[in-house]
């Protein structure tokens, strides 16, 4: 369980997100105008994604109840756009090979990641699933319009800017995402209550009669 707990930190905000954001710096330390706007797009549509569905969820319960689906994981979606991303820009000038072999692991490390988050309970095999796709769609997306760019930066530099964010992710905080999407769910749909899987299996219990 500390090993899946381990993995389920490594999707967090508090670490996917500053990579989110080394990614950025590295290629405008490049000079590469464009996939940075093109990474900042994609990965900000893989966002927003996963906080409408959680939205829609918990504020009016839009979702799937036979699916257990009441919105997209944002652990998975975010590893599976950040890791494989930062494989290929890191081993960008390393041969084709190596190159690829360092995708495949940011594209494996992103699926356990995906695992973990059903180990420790806190998704459905769907929500999960659908995060994987969401976010490996985002990290291939930008792949392929990388690979068309010409010669960016020396990729120790992303090294440099990854490395500490790694190192520090055992002492980091969980960020409150989850409060803060109940939070908009709320304002924006006027209940005072939010929607929950319980109501779901309160809605398939039959009547109980007098």
Do not use: D
């Amino acid at each position: 369980m500390i090993w899946w707990h381990f993995l389920s930190v490594l999707g967090g905000l508090s670490v996917t997100g500053p990579l989110g954001i080394a990614i950025a710096g590295w290629l405008l330390a490049g000079k590469s105008w464009r996939l940075t706007l093109s990474w900042c797009w994609l990965f900000g549509i893989g966002m927003a994604l996963v906080v409408a569905t959680k939205v829609a969820f918990i504020g009016w319960g839009v979702g799937s109840a036979t699916l257990e689906f009441g919105g997209i994981s944002g652990h998975a979606m975010r590893a599976g756009a950040v890791y494989p991303v930062a494989g290929y820009l890191a081993f960008r000038h390393a041969g084709v090979s190596l190159q690829r072999l360092a995708v495949l692991a940011g594209v494996l490390l992103a699926l356990l990641i995906g695992v973990s988050r059903l180990e420790v309970k806190a998704h459905s095999m769907s929500e999960v699933v659908a995060g994987c796709l969401l976010g490996l769609s985002v990290a291939a997306a930008f792949i392929r319009l990388a690979g068309a760019a010409p010669s960016m930066a020396p990729s120790r530099v992303l090294v440099a800017l990854c490395l500490p964010i790694l190192l520090i992710t055992p002492k980091l905080e969980p960020v409150p995402t989850e409060e803060w999407m109940t939070g908009l769910a709320l304002y924006l749909s006027g209940h005072e209550q939010p929607f929950t899987r319980h109501m779901w299996r309160q809605m398939r219990l039959p009547p109980v009669l007098g």
